[in-house]
């Protein structure tokens, strides 16, 4: 590492103390320029520790033009200005002041997309985490809530459109041409929630009516033209707004709630109050542009902005350590929604795939933390998949364990006893149990320790004494002997030969066929009675609880599991460890270059699934799906990418040439299937789909031409690019034909445009990578937009392990030359490009240097931001 680089400070849990001043209340007024923004501040200030001798505001970026105390000049002799920093004395006897700020910005220049910014010609603003720093001088931490008013001034003609939060109370026309409008939040909020946008933007309007009789406006902008494509994003707020009064008892407190949507945002979407600012990936859908897959996505994000109002809002985070406390528990919210929209089952699956690809590693690798972390470096990088999902398991843990109805009764607690405070995790646990009289001092091990549990099983039955009996065990593989035991819920039954439930006599003497199981311990035995017959065990039904299960069952146990389990996560698990345990054991073998055969038992498993009428479509089709390379590469304890690469594929062509006949009537009866009344839609095209995938496993071009000939007759999105994603695998004129096609009929649409790119990004053809790096130069690719970024190079280095790892370094050389393109112009894209060189230890020796060495360079970039420095150096020496 050069030894010129500045290393930057570590932020640590410990050393928080409460602000010396509080700001309660701001009005702003922000003068819009298309070379120069002026922005105005008043505060009232009151001080909160009376030893407190100097106010120091947070600031970056930032040109002071004066300060006003009291009404009275400051000159630059009263004041210090430092790049972060603007520290003004303040004299002990004082116990609250005003202090007007003048500064000037440079929006059209922030390509970093934090604070106030320029997308598409419109301003518009991202102010988490620490982004409204960049927009004035303030306290800028969660813990100070200001009551906000917003003045916009701006040219009329470029910007009819001006917003803000809260509710606008005054609008007008100036003199010299420009509009004059005015909006008051009357909630205190803290900056992160502040936001702005101005522009020429369409709106879509609607109505809702809330349990109490108040009608409330709702506003969708967007792009001109892109009116028609909002449709199903306000159905889904409507939605969103009835089920969290329905099931957390929660109006919403406005007059208006707005939404905009910006083609630049680094993040998905932002719970500002009042006006949520969204990716537009998240927002626009129709039929011809969005698949099924982004529909579910827009209903989920809508939802989880939505549901912030009142856990992120209403009641926000003391401090930025706390912040699974809004997001943890606002996933939990949304994945219980759209579970209640949608199939129950599927959703859940959805849910713990995206846990166990992002998080497990996370979890296990050098980046591991807690969900409530201890320390940071850069805020930014704190919101990741531990946080977020990890913690929404926890929530959902706490919800297993107390019930749904003294759950509901501590988050009224919750919500009563908060409402307008920025709090702690543990207050949220105490009021949890303050609902439910249930103790959870041990169970907040989980918000401390990191790593994710191992829990070991020893089962045993006695036939004389019909007594069946349950061992347990946990431990921690990242914490070893350090870690205390977990308060963990274990979702169980005891299963019979045909896969009913079993009734047995719990401890208490009470008759059940299920039970959920408190593990308290490191090793822990339970019993069940009045067993007539060696049961099966199902343990963690529902994914109760976010462990590693090492369960002694043989692949014919496994198999029944497959085809009989009721409970539908527990089946597709079976089937994901049973594909699992075959395919490794071939990438184990000397010989992977030609066909194995697969054992019968799976393949008569897999013809259960087909044959079984009675189930959801969607979830025959997750069922079949074959676990990733990168879910296989999880469980080796040195990554082998090329065998497994070659096994998968072989595995696919295998099961597509043995049911050969079954998946191309699945597909035709599908394809030809006339919709009437309620029936599954989505769910018919997603089995379709996957039917298509395992014929064009077989590389027969009738199948490419079948896939070929979808394409063509394809009425939307989701056929289309499961049409584009088979022949992505493919070579030849029909390929490039259908791919010139694609892009030409959609070259306008920056979103359907990202998938174009994605495809090709995931594509196992050999020429993989020279592909990916000749779009760089494409004229519809540029590093400027986070969703490019993602759609090409993050879909290329997480999504297609073969070629990113291949063995010559180039595919790192290539992550290399965007990190260090990005850390200059977007330090938040740039660092979490970083993460799949942590993985570093868990490949061959050659790739283990390769990967280090890049690491290396990365920290040797010169002017490197804290985003990408932090993320390269734990990844590196943690």
Same mark, same amino acid.
């Given at each position: ?20 001043? =509080? ?23 009151? $001080? ?20 006003? %105390? ?15 920093? !603007? ?11 005003? &202090? ?7 929006? /059209? ?53 001006? &917003? ?72 889904? !707020? ?24 910006? =083609? ?53 985070? $003391? ?6 406390? @809004? ?5 939990? *919210? ?19 795939? $995206? ?40 929530? *959902? ?67 004389? =004494? ?74 963690? %039904? ?21 085809? $009989? ?10 089937? /994901? ?177 990202? @998938? ?82 942590? /993985? ?6 050659? *790739? /283990? @240097?390769?990967?280090?060495? @890049? ?9 490197? =931001? ?13």
């Amino acid at each position: 590492m050069l030894e010129t680089q500045v290393q930057p400070a570590t932020i640590y849990l410990k050393d928080y103390k409460q602000p010396d001043f =509080s700001i309660h209340s701001i009005d702003l007024v922000v003068e819009l320029g298309e070379e120069v923004t002026t922005v105005s501040s008043s505060m009232t200030i009151k $001080r909160m520790n009376h030893q407190a001798s100097t106010l120091s505001l947070n600031g970056e970026n930032l040109e002071l033009i004066s300060i006003r %105390r009291n009404g009275l000049v400051l000159n630059d002799t009263s004041y210090e200005c430092t790049d972060e920093y !603007l520290h003004i004395p303040i004299p002990k006897s004082e116990e609250e002041f005003t &202090l007007a700020i003048v500064t000037r910005i440079k929006p /059209q220049e922030n390509t970093a997309l934090e604070g106030l910014y320029k997308s598409s010609g419109n301003f518009c603003t991202q102010c988490e985490a620490e982004g409204f720093r960049k927009i004035t001088y303030f306290l800028d931490r969660p813990d100070v809530m200001s009551v906000f008013s917003t003045t916009i001034i701006g040219d009329a003609d470029l910007y009819p459109v001006m &917003l803000s939060n809260g509710n606008k109370v005054e609008e007008k026309q100036l003199d010299d041409g420009r509009s004059y409008v005015k909006w008051e939040d009357p909630h205190p909020k803290p900056a992160y929630l502040f936001a702005l946008v101005a522009g020429d933007l369409a709106c879509v309007e609607d109505h809702f009516t809330t349990a109490s009789g108040r009608d409330v406006l709702l506003q969708i902008f967007v792009e001109k033209g892109n009116e028609d494509r909002c449709n199903h994003a306000m159905t889904s !707020l409507k939605k969103s707004m009835k089920w969290d009064e329905e099931e957390f008892g929660r109006e919403y407190d406005l007059d208006v709630f707005m939404i905009v949507a910006v =083609s630049d945002f680094n993040m998905g979407a932002m719970e500002n109050k009042g006006l949520n600012v969204f990716n537009s990936k998240y927002v626009l859908a129709s039929p011809q542009s969005a698949t099924d897959t982004d529909y579910d996505g827009i209903e989920s994000v809508i939802a989880h902005e939505y549901f912030h109002n009142w856990t992120g809002n209403r009641i926000t985070c $003391r401090d930025w350590f706390q912040l699974t406390l @809004k997001e943890g528990l606002t996933v939990f *919210r949304d994945q219980q929604f759209s579970a209640d929209m949608n199939s129950a089952a599927v959703f859940r699956i959805g849910d713990v795939q $995206r846990l166990r690809a992002a998080q497990f590693p996370e979890d296990a690798g050098p980046l591991s933390h807690p969900i409530q972390p201890q320390s940071y470096v850069e805020i930014n990088n704190f919101y990741t998949a531990t946080v977020y999902e990890k913690g929404a398991e926890v929530i *959902r843990m706490i919800h297993t364990i107390l019930g749904k109805e003294k759950f509901r009764n501590g988050m009224d607690i919750y919500f009563d006893r908060h409402d307008g405070q920025a709090v702690t995790t543990e207050e949220f646990v105490k009021a949890m149990e303050d609902g439910s009289g249930i103790d959870l001092t041990q169970f907040r091990r989980w918000y401390v320790q990191a790593g994710t549990p191992v829990i070991k099983v020893t089962e045993g039955y006695n036939p004389e =004494s019909q007594q069946y009996s349950l061992t347990l065990e946990q431990e921690n593989p990242k914490l070893a002997e350090n870690f205390l035991p977990y308060h963990i819920p274990v979702d169980m039954s005891l299963l019979d030969g045909n896969g009913k439930a079993i009734g047995f006599t719990t401890d208490t003497g009470a008759k059940s066929t299920g039970k959920v199981l408190n593990l308290t311990q490191k090793k822990q035995t339970f019993v069940f009675n009045d067993i007539n017959s060696e049961p099966t065990i199902s343990l963690f %039904r529902g994914f109760s609880a976010p462990v590693k299960l090492e369960q002694n069952l043989d692949n014919e146990q496994l198999a029944f599991l497959f085809s $009989r389990e009721t409970d539908l996560f527990n089946r597709w698990d079976a089937g /994901q460890r049973l594909s699992s345990n075959i395919l490794l054991s071939q990438v184990n073998r000397h010989d992977v270059g030609s066909l194995q055969i697969l054992p019968q038992m799976y393949l008569s498993s897999i013809r259960n699934i087909l044959n079984d009428r009675e189930l959801d479509p969607a979830f025959a089709a997750i069922a079949l799906s074959l676990p990733s390379e990168q879910d296989l590469a999880q469980k080796m304890p040195v990554v082998n990418v090329d065998a497994i690469h070659i096994v998968r594929n072989n595995a696919l062509k295998e099961i597509g040439l043995k049911f050969e006949s079954d998946f191309l009537q699945i597909y035709k009866d599908l394809r030809d299937l006339k919709v009437e009344g309620n029936q599954p839609i989505a769910s018919n095209r997603k089995f379709k789909n996957t039917a298509l995938r395992f014929l064009t496993a077989t590389a027969k071009e009738d199948y490419f031409a079948l896939a070929a000939e979808q394409y063509h007759a394809a009425e939307n999105m989701t056929d289309a690019m499961a049409s584009l994603f088979n022949l992505g695998e493919s070579e030849g004129q029909i390929r490039d034909e259908i791919f010139a096609d694609f892009y030409q009929k959609w070259e306008a649409d920056p979103l359907v445009i990202d @998938k174009w790119f994605t495809v090709q990004a995931m594509s196992s053809r050999p020429t993989a990578l020279e592909d990916v790096t000749n779009l760089l130069s494409h004229p519809a690719f540029t590093m400027l937009n986070p969703n490019r970024v993602r759609s090409l190079i993050a879909a290329f280095v997480s999504g297609n392990p073969v070629h990113f790892h291949e063995k010559s370094g180039k595919g790192y050389q290539f992550l290399f030359n965007a990190i260090e393109q990005l850390n200059g112009t977007n330090p938040q894209i740039a660092a979490r490009l970083v993460t799949p060189l942590g /993985q570093w230890r868990r490949y061959d020796a050659v *790739r /283990q @240097k390769l990967m280090t060495d @890049k690491l290396e360079e990365i920290l040797d970039i010169s002017d490197l =931001s804290n985003d990408v420095y932090e993320m390269a150096n734990k990844s590196l020496h943690n």
